[in-house]
């Protein structure tokens, strides 16, 4: 967020994962009209009168005024701390800077996604997940006092990286949520010293994780997972309730070294470092919650499809 970065450059360790966001557009029947079809279809006479706010101001910003139809289906569900807002974002952009016959580098996509959430929607959120959408892979993300973001590759041994994968376990408490009202408290707390030394600490953190993943000790990965969860937990009220710590303790009590829960809080995915031999006393001790199995992913947004 803007109200950290500003102050003291924000660092986070990201990684895209094999979930996708789908956006297809098609020359619309009606060339004077416009369709958006997500889980609801608009047929609207001109831009301003879209309801999706996403599509709305990208459309604006493109100056697509007409005789196109937006569809999307998703992998994951909105308001369940995947990212999946922007990369619908993201996606977007990039579907329509194709069809509008420009190119835009991943930077560009990430840039100008953070420009419509952000600013010209007002949304209380961070860079992250637009530039983590939009570059794919396992990467060090900067956010520079500047406002600009660097992104910096992070190329593991494979071996390493498979036996990460093998270890990390996801998750779903079945609960999905706005994120604007916790990130809007936290956006506030900032200012408080001890909310702004819990979010220095999680920046340190970063790249104490970056080390362990090439050097070391693997398990060190979930021990600080668990000290940024712990850390999270205090930035804003909301982030956590009863029953993700009660799940939370239940999958450390059955052998799981760390974790977190995804995105800004309040439910979505709980994702754990758990070494081989403890997974099945861990999926024992959640066997409420649906486990939802994934791997590493590399390209981040692409191209599927282009035909006239």
């Known amino acids: 967020m803007a109200a950290f970065y500003e102050r003291q450059t924000g660092a986070v360790l990201s990684t895209g994962i094999n979930r996708y966001m789908y956006l297809s557009s098609h020359r619309f029947f009606e060339p004077g009209q416009i369709r958006a079809k997500y889980s609801q279809t608009e047929t ?9 706010p996403i599509i709305r101001t ?3 910003l493109m100056g697509i005024a007409g005789g196109i139809e937006i569809s999307s289906i998703a992998d994951v569900p909105s308001g369940t701390g995947m990212g999946s807002s922007s990369s619908f974002t993201v996606g977007l952009l990039h579907n ?16 100008v996604a953070c420009e419509i959430e952000i600013e010209r929607l007002g949304e209380p959120i961070g860079k992250q997940d637009q530039y983590a959408a939009a570059f794919g892979g396992l990467n060090l993300i900067e956010f520079l006092p ?4 660097r992104v910096e590759p992070q190329h593991m041994p494979n071996e390493r990286k498979a036996q990460l994968e093998s270890r990390l376990l996801m998750y779903y408490t079945g609960t999905q949520r706005s994120a604007s009202a916790i990130l809007g408290e936290q956006k506030n707390n900032v200012a408080q010293s001890d909310k702004f030394a819990a979010l220095s600490e999680m920046v340190s953190l970063v790249y104490e994780l970056r080390k362990v993943l090439y050097e070391g000790d693997l398990d060190d990965f979930g021990r600080i997972l668990h000290q940024n969860w712990q850390l999270k937990k205090a930035l804003a009220s909301g982030i956590s309730n009863g029953p993700i710590d009660q799940a939370y303790e239940a ?6 070294l760390g974790g977190k829960l995804l995105g800004a809080g309040g439910g979505g995915f709980l994702l754990f470092y758990c070494r081989e031999e403890a997974q099945p006393a861990v999926s024992e001790a959640l066997s409420t919650l649906r486990p939802f199995s994934f791997q590493f992913e590399n390209e981040g947004s692409k191209l599927i499809h282009y035909g006239h």
């Open 96 to 111: 329509l800077s194709v069809w509008s016959g420009r190119y835009w580098s991943k930077d560009d996509l990430a840039r």
């Open 58 to 60: 990208a459309l604006e």
């Open 251 to 256: 999958a450390l009590k059955a052998g799981a």
């Open 44 to 52: 609207v006479e001109r831009v301003e009168e879209l309801k999706h």
């Open 146 to 149: 500047d406002g600009s973001v």
